[in-house]
């Protein structure tokens, strides 16, 4: 635990001042062992480090090392920490990690709210993005692949606020989903099925529920031989059996406010691209539309995520995305999503931290004005026994025969 009790906020700021010139003029060869040796004799060359005990001298060296020579400042232990999944900064003095699916608060904090802010600025920074008061809300990723928001001081009450999505330095497979329990076999073959046979998939949950982890495994499934072009807002995937990929991120605007590239931009730029696969890493707004339109126009295989509470929650939150692109009536709307989407898939996370595949529904068509469903699977009943009703897709990879 770092306890500066005895060195105040603004000595410390000090000391990562005077160091950070000595370690920029040893040069660039300038290695951890020697950056470490260098911060031990200008603490202990202190005059207040005399009355300090050596527990808190050492405190002092971590925390100015920590500082100068690693990515995330204080919280790199905790990013290197593989027992950890998320990372979130309330604000200076309130960090919390999710640990083993636990949420526990750290008993540690940040010198100054400038510190933090700084922190993010880098962050941002590393992947061409900022943040500041007239671009307050950023989306970024760390070097190992985590997703990063952070929300600047003038719209968070008790920011600046930091939230930190770590991934497995191992790309989850779907027997990894079987050995721990988030998917039956049943359901397992028949999700391999719908996405060799190139169903249009959409993977829905609340914040946490194991979306994008679900997307990464369905993701494995496609065919190696397969064109696929990935869109997300901040780069997260991993997909690493596929040859011919293009992946594409969205660009905030500049300082200018110009530049800005969006996902709706992105995903109309894709079907220029001959893919055979497309897929969405997440739907938030008008790229819905433009989502359905591709699936509408013979676009097959294409994956997605959104964020809803159940399969009804996402139709409604789609046919509200739809709207704000489109001023459609809302039948057609819905006879859009029927023929583009064909099956839903909704993750969920209980209170003891576990992912689970709830449900998986077939889409039909649109009846007396709502969209019916076919479900395939729910976690209460297993396998509902209720066979896939449009065919045509399972018949080309020449699965018609199963009874499903």
Request: charged fraction near 25%; charge should be negative.
């Given at each position: 635990?770092?306890?500066?009790?005895?060195?105040?906020?603004?000595?410390?700021?000090?000391?990562?001042?005077?160091?950070?010139?000595?370690?920029?003029?040893?040069?660039?060869?300038?290695?951890?062992?020697?950056?470490?040796?260098?911060?031990?004799?200008?603490?202990?060359?202190?005059?207040?480090?005399?009355?300090?005990?050596?527990?808190?001298?050492?405190?002092?060296?971590?925390?100015?090392?920590?500082?100068?020579?690693?990515?995330?400042?204080?919280?790199?232990?905790?990013?290197?920490?593989?027992?950890?999944?998320?990372?979130?900064?309330?604000?200076?003095?309130?960090?919390?990690?999710?640990?083993?699916?636990?949420?526990?608060?750290?008993?540690?904090?940040?010198?100054?709210?400038?510190?933090?802010?700084?922190?993010?600025?880098?962050?941002?920074?590393?992947?061409?993005?900022?943040?500041?008061?007239?671009?307050?809300?950023?989306?970024?990723?760390?070097?190992?692949?985590?997703?990063?928001?952070?929300?600047?001081?003038?719209?968070?009450?008790?920011?600046?606020?930091?939230?930190?999505?770590?991934?497995?330095?191992?790309?989850?497979?779907?027997?990894?989903?079987?050995?721990?329990?988030?998917?039956?076999?049943?359901?397992?073959?028949?999700?391999?099925?719908?996405?060799?046979?190139?169903?249009?998939?959409?993977?829905?949950?609340?914040?946490?529920?194991?979306?994008?982890?679900?997307?990464?495994?369905?993701?494995?499934?496609?065919?190696?031989?397969?064109?696929?072009?990935?869109?997300?807002?901040?780069?997260?995937?991993?997909?690493?059996?596929?040859?011919?990929?293009?992946?594409?991120?969205?660009?905030?605007?500049?300082?200018?406010?110009?530049?800005?590239?969006?996902?709706?931009?992105?995903?109309?730029?894709?079907?220029?691209?001959?893919?055979?696969?497309?897929?969405i890493g997440e739907v938030r707004g008008s790229e819905a539309?433009?989502?359905?339109?591709?699936?509408?126009?013979?676009?097959?295989?294409?994956?997605?995520?959104?964020?809803?509470?159940?399969?009804?929650?996402?139709?409604?939150?789609?046919?509200?995305?739809?709207?704000q692109a489109a001023d459609f009536p809302v039948e057609s709307?819905?006879?859009?999503?029927?023929?583009?989407?064909?099956?839903?898939?909704?993750?969920?996370?209980?209170?003891?931290?576990?992912?689970?595949?709830?449900?998986?529904?077939?889409?039909?068509?649109?009846?007396?004005?709502?969209?019916?469903?076919?479900?395939?699977?729910?976690?209460?009943?297993?396998?509902?026994?209720?066979?896939?009703?449009?065919?045509?897709?399972?018949?080309?990879?020449?699965?018609?025969?199963?009874?499903?």
């Amino acid at each position: 635990m770092v306890n500066m009790l005895y060195y105040t906020s603004d000595e410390i700021k000090g000391y990562i001042s005077e160091i950070r010139l000595k370690l920029a003029s040893m040069g660039a060869d300038l290695t951890d062992d020697k950056a470490l040796k260098t911060i031990e004799d200008y603490v202990f060359s202190l005059e207040k480090s005399r009355s300090c005990s050596y527990s808190i001298n050492s405190d002092l060296i971590q925390r100015l090392f920590l500082s100068l020579r690693s990515e995330m400042d204080i919280l790199q232990p905790y990013i290197d920490d593989r027992s950890i999944s998320e990372i979130m900064v309330n604000g200076k003095d309130n960090i919390f990690v999710e640990r083993n699916g636990k949420i526990e608060k750290l008993p540690l904090s940040f010198d100054s709210t400038e510190e933090l802010e700084e922190l993010i600025r880098r962050i941002a920074s590393r992947v061409h993005r900022e943040i500041n008061e007239l671009n307050p809300i950023v989306d970024a990723r760390l070097s190992d692949g985590s997703r990063v928001n952070a929300v600047y001081k003038n719209i968070a009450l008790n920011g600046p606020i930091l939230t930190i999505r770590k991934f497995p330095e191992r790309v989850m497979t779907m027997r990894d989903f079987l050995l721990n329990g988030t998917v039956s076999p049943e359901a397992a073959d028949l999700l391999k099925i719908l996405v060799v046979s190139g169903f249009n998939c959409f993977v829905c949950g609340g914040t946490s529920s194991g979306k994008t982890t679900m997307l990464n495994v369905l993701a494995q499934l496609i065919p190696p031989t397969e064109r696929v072009i990935v869109i997300e807002d901040s780069a997260e995937l991993q997909i690493d059996q596929i040859d011919n990929i293009v992946r594409m991120e969205c660009r905030n605007a500049g300082a200018s406010g110009k530049g800005a590239v969006d996902m709706a931009q992105l995903v109309k730029a894709s079907l220029r691209m001959r893919p055979d696969r497309l897929i969405i890493g997440e739907v938030r707004g008008s790229e819905a539309f433009e989502m359905i339109n591709a699936m509408n126009t013979g676009h097959d295989g294409s994956l997605s995520t959104g964020h809803a509470g159940s399969i009804k929650g996402i139709l409604k939150r789609l046919e509200s995305l739809f709207i704000q692109a489109a001023d459609f009536p809302v039948e057609s709307i819905r006879s859009q999503i029927a023929e583009g989407l064909d099956i839903i898939i909704h993750m969920n996370r209980d209170s003891r931290g576990s992912r689970r595949v709830m449900e998986i529904a077939e889409l039909i068509e649109v009846r007396n004005g709502e969209i019916t469903l076919n479900y395939l699977y729910t976690l209460e009943d297993g396998m509902t026994g209720n066979r896939i009703i449009h065919r045509e897709k399972l018949k080309s990879a020449g699965f018609d025969d199963l009874n499903i």
